[in-house]
């Protein structure tokens, strides 16, 4: 499992990692843009507001294997949202 800062976003290494069966989380950047390809369902009451597969702008095309996962969640003790 890696964890890594949001500053170092190399998408054709992350779906290196992806294919290797390495897992790992960063956070997206404020001005990342993607699409939602879709959603998963979550538990009421549950600390998960959203999970979703995404895929980066520039990368949606037919032929296009770069999906991520996409989670929002919440965080009580610092009243905010979290993204990876």
């Not at 404020?30 to 507001?49: E, F, L, Q, Y």
């Not at 095309?61 to 990876?84: L, P």
């Amino acid at each position: 499992m890696l964890v890594f800062d949001r500053g170092y976003n190399d998408y054709d290494w992350f779906l290196s990692l992806t294919e290797q069966n390495v897992n790992f989380a960063t956070r997206l950047k404020d001005n990342a843009s993607w699409i939602v390809v879709d959603t998963r369902p979550h538990a009421a009451g549950s600390k998960i507001r959203q999970d979703e597969t995404i895929v980066m702008n520039q990368h949606a095309t037919k032929d296009n294997q770069r999906f991520f996962r996409r989670v929002v969640w919440w965080d009580d003790k610092s009243q905010r949202e979290f993204i990876y």
